[in-house]
């Protein structure tokens, strides 16, 4: 189902794929996404007749905004797939078959006659983060999501980094034990092993197994025996030993992972999102102790560690940011969305004594 609130202006359109479902919606100058709906992803005939799809839903909220709506300024596209953002082309698309090199960018351009950038969800969600979430007024920042996979986004000075051959953020990939068990990338011991939905599901199992968790035992049973995050979250909310073992130790591998990302990166921001961050309350003590542990003090000091702020729909607002950012690098608009966005991190940086945005390095860290 659509929903719209009434804004007059030209709209940006966020893109963000899912595994069975594409959200989508548009995006006014300030962040506020005025109108949404969803369409699935499975199902279609060829890529070609999902970008119909796609093309045609972004037509119907612009019907459904006038006359609000003045036009479509860009289209912004977050995909869980290899992607080369330069020319818009998806050279493949998770649990989707026949997405093989498709310029996803070229077709729905065609489609709707204005900008159209693609680019890794992760990034996307950082963008939107970053912009108008829990990453908003700081010029580094670092977003993490943890869900099936775990990835990652970065933002440093000012800049979504993407790397030479833009896998940059594959936070998931950090080695945390080299004779780990083998990960789905071919490597051995990633976080993504140990903290993914599947990683924690088999620490519960084992913690099971062993009889460290009648709580959850019984939790599961109820559940006809599928385990699954949010029943290890209510096991633990019920006193299960067990269950808050599992929480403890994702903290402490994550904490690693944020604890090295910190020393090398030096961020303002650590953001965690995804699924798995609504169990923020387990497993945030056991990562905050951990960070303390192991990440340099002053660094340690300076980073503040928060939960992603936008929810579902991060990857509209962030598509809408990424086609902004498209629009400024081709030198397009100064003012307006981009403004807004580079105006309120500029706005944050002089209250806290930082300085302008063309000095980013003068900050030298908050105590």
């Known amino acids: 189902m659509m929903t719209a609130t009434r804004r007059a202006t030209e709209y940006t359109a966020g893109v963000?794929?899912?595994?069975?479902?594409?959200?989508?919606?548009?995006?006014?100058?300030?962040?506020?996404?005025?109108?949404?709906?969803?369409?699935p992803t499975l199902g279609h005939s060829s890529p070609d007749a999902l970008v119909e799809l796609l093309a045609q839903t972004i037509r119907d909220l612009?019907?459904?905004?006038?006359?609000a709506a003045t036009g479509l300024r860009g289209v912004g596209i977050g995909v869980p797939g290899l992607v080369d953002v330069s020319r818009g082309i998806v050279h493949e698309l998770v649990n989707v078959s026949r997405w093989k090199d498709v310029p996803l960018g070229r077709l729905l351009r065609e489609r709707l006659r204005c900008p159209c950038v693609v680019d890794n969800d992760v990034n996307v969600i950082a963008l939107g983060e970053w912009s108008f979430g829990a990453g908003q007024g700081t010029w580094d920042s670092v977003y993490l999501t943890l869900g099936t996979g775990v990835g990652g986004g970065l933002v440093l000075n000012g800049m979504?980094?993407?790397?030479?051959?833009?896998?940059?953020?594959?936070?998931?990939?950090?080695?945390?034990?080299?004779?780990?068990?083998?990960?789905?990338?071919?490597?051995?011991?990633?976080?993504?092993?140990?903290?993914?939905?599947?990683?924690?599901?088999?620490?519960?199992?084992?913690?099971?197994?062993?009889?460290?968790?009648?709580?959850?035992?019984?939790?599961?049973?109820?559940?006809?025996?599928?385990?699954?995050?949010?029943?290890?979250?209510?096991?633990?909310a019920l006193g299960d030993v067990g269950a808050k073992d599992v929480w403890e130790r994702v903290g402490r591998y994550l904490g690693l992972t944020v604890a090295s990302t910190i020393n090398l990166l030096n961020p303002e921001r650590v953001v965690i999102g995804g699924g798995i961050a609504r169990a923020w309350r387990w497993f945030m003590p056991s990562l905050r102790r951990t960070v303390q542990e192991q990440a340099f003090?002053?660094?340690?000091?300076?980073?503040?560690?928060?939960?992603?702020?936008?929810?579902?729909?991060?990857?509209?607002?962030?598509?809408?940011?990424?086609?902004?950012?498209?629009?400024?690098?081709?030198?397009?608009?100064?003012?307006?969305?981009?403004?807004?966005?580079?105006?309120?991190?500029?706005?944050?940086?002089?209250?806290?004594?930082?300085?302008?945005?063309?000095?980013?390095?003068a900050e030298g860290g908050r105590t």
């Open 16 to 39: 963000d794929f899912g595994g069975t479902a594409i959200k989508l919606g548009l995006v006014a100058d300030d962040g506020e996404v005025v109108a949404d709906t969803t369409i």
């Open 62 to 67: 612009l019907r459904v905004t006038r006359p």
């Open 160 to 236: 979504l980094l993407r790397g030479v051959s833009g896998s940059a953020g594959e936070i998931g990939h950090t080695i945390i034990q080299p004779d780990g068990p083998k990960c789905a990338c071919g490597a051995r011991g990633c976080l993504e092993v140990f903290i993914g939905t599947a990683g924690i599901l088999r620490m519960a199992e084992d913690a099971v197994r062993r009889g460290k968790s009648s709580k959850l035992a019984k939790i599961a049973q109820e559940a006809d025996g599928q385990l699954t995050p949010e029943l290890i979250s209510r096991a633990a």
């Open 297 to 361: 003090k002053i660094p340690a000091k300076a980073v503040d560690i928060v939960p992603a702020a936008l929810g579902t729909r991060a990857g509209i607002v962030g598509g809408a940011v990424l086609a902004w950012e498209q629009d400024r690098r081709v030198g397009g608009r100064g003012s307006g969305a981009d403004g807004r966005v580079r105006g309120a991190l500029d706005t944050s940086r002089a209250a806290r004594g930082g300085g302008m945005a063309s000095s980013p390095r």
